[in-house]
Nanobody
Framework: HVQLVESGGGSVQAGGSLRLSCGVS????????MGWFRQVPGKGREWIAS???????KYADSVKGRFTVSQDNAKNTLYLQMNSLKPEDTAVHYC????????????????????WGQGTQVTVS
């Protein structure tokens, strides 16, 4: 069973930075396709970044150049470094995982991912 736990959310001023972490059960990093999503009230879950088992990354246009996704196999952790934050980045952020071979979308639909963390709130003012 794949388990994901996000941390690092909070409030930050516009233009600031925040780093989210996602602790993942063993043998997932480097084996699964990993993704980050965000959701605001009244809207669907929006894909923002992904990384495959080889470290190949993809980004939504809305965050490209500002966010960086990375993973550390030894620490069983997925990261999302968020820089130059904007008020429109305010959302609940989720980490997610799916099978390696599913990591070919650009963009990704949330339905492709079948394992999810509980979410962490990011508020930019």
């Amino acid at each position: 069973h794949v388990q994901l736990v996000e941390s690092g959310g909070g409030s930050v001023q516009a233009g600031g930075s925040l780093r989210l972490s996602c602790g993942v059960s063993r043998h997932v990093i480097g084996t699964y396709c990993m993704g980050w999503f965000r959701q605001v009230p009244g809207k669907g879950r929006e894909w923002i970044a992904s990384i495959d088992g080889n470290g190949v990354t993809k980004y939504a246009d809305s965050v490209k150049g500002r966010f960086t996704v990375s993973q550390d196999n030894a620490k069983n952790t997925l990261y999302l470094q968020m820089n130059s934050l904007k008020p429109e980045d305010t959302a609940v952020h989720y980490c997610a995982a799916t099978a390696w071979e599913q990591c070919r979308g650009n963009p990704f639909d949330a339905s492709v991912f079948n394992y999810w963390g509980q979410g962490t709130q990011v508020t930019v003012s």
